[in-house]
């Protein structure tokens, strides 16, 4: 398995009329959080982008369990579990870890949990793709270490 | 069937390096839909809030299928086919109408299609709550028009 | 001059928790109403892109003055007052046209105020230029008629 | 003088199709750093408003210098320099202190530069008031500390 989790301080921007973050903005939350992970695996989705693969969003699935609030800290951690061919998919939670609204410390709860699903694309062509061997490779070390 | 589109024209900050609209944006087309759509029903969202109640969402399901372009314009169509209890499921269809790539005009494209539950909330509570008879009416109006 | 109004309805997500419209979202407003202010004078800012030339901002100027609230209708109106050479100055104001927490009408009622300036830059070399003729015939067309 | 840096790493939703940071956010990384300042310095911005003051932001003028781009890390720098009475004016920089598109190490460069103003507002009478001492008491040490 290869996991990854990011912190992330809500902002005044992010939160709507009802005090809570706006749900679109958690489709945010995601992908800094997929960036982070690719990041910290050693494959900055820059790098990706320059050997000429994009990686487009294919697929988004995310139940909205618990409200965040502005200045709250949320933890997202982001799984991969499966070797990916030309897609590649994400299991992610997002849970408060600090309550603004609280001085004490509390228990973290999950505010939304997600599937989200990119497909390898080939720049110039626009045609799907297999994944790089440098993402499956990454993978397969994780893999290894957390069965 | 409650079924309504709204139509909308592709903005620059929503688009991003690939030169595609950013797919978190297409949640944000989901909410000005269906405000407009309730609007059109006589029932603006903004009432709603005002008798003291909120529809947060709690679940959306979302698959990308063709990318839009800046200055496209889009139609995102909005259907209500069941009569919602405690929940209200909105059935949804972003296509691309206008290419602002093309100068003829072409034959729209399917560009997403997504699934967005609302629950009501009594405001006050903060618990889950039927709908009020104010939603129930307007959809059983159109339900007896268009089954 | 060159002047064009554009409409926008205030939606839930550009509120934040004061209730009013996040001021960040006004820089969008200004761009829709550009965008739109171009279009309207036969010169959508795709075609300028296509030819080679792209607009960034080099300057914002904004004044609050009244807050906006979810789901007014906003008009913002741009002006050119002065024929561009490198640099084109847009003169905006932002007004409520319907306050949607009055069930009367409202008079129009400022609320912002801003001076942007955008430089007319060739896309390939990266470097400033004069404005085209595409723009400056359209302008002093304009100004031709509305001293 | 009252100074904070605040880090920033450029997200994907924030470029545009020019490949750059879309000039609206550089609004949201202002609030980030003030947001970030205000904590530390003991005062976190939710404190004050739970203490029934809001902090509208009244003025903004932001001059565009150099563009950042996707993944370069940002130092935005905010600074206090005068002691506020109603208002309170935040003087900031944005600099690009890790080019993405490059390997080696860069020398800062400076992107935007903003002056920013926010207004002490009393939130149930909606009136501008004095600056809360706890604003001015922090602030009057950081000037005691450097002049």
Redesign the interface.
């Known amino acids: 398995m290869f996991s990854y989790t990011y912190r992330h301080r809500v902002?005044?921007?992010e939160?709507?009329?009802?005090?809570?973050v706006?749900?679109?903005?958690y489709?945010?939350y995601l992908?800094?959080a997929r960036?982070e992970a690719l990041r910290n695996a050693g494959l900055?989705?820059?790098q990706l982008?320059e050997s000429g693969i994009?990686m487009?969003?294919?697929?988004?699935?995310?139940?909205?369990l618990s409200?965040a609030h502005?200045?709250d800290l949320l933890e997202v951690t982001t799984r991969v579990e499966k070797m990916p061919s030309v897609k590649i998919a994400f299991d992610c939670e997002v849970s408060v870890v600090e309550d603004?609204?609280k001085t004490e410390p509390v228990a973290p709860r999950l505010s939304a949990r997600a599937d989200v699903t990119l497909c390898f694309v080939d720049a110039k062509s626009g045609r799907p793709r297999r994944a790089p061997e440098s993402v499956t490779r990454v993978l397969a070390d994780a893999f290894a270490r957390i069965p």
Do not use: F, K, N, Q
């Open positions: 902002r005044y921007r939160c709507d009329p009802m005090g809570v706006y749900h679109g903005h489709l945010d992908e800094y960036t900055p989705y820059r982008e994009i487009p969003v294919v697929d988004i699935s995310i139940r909205y409200p502005y200045d603004a609204r």
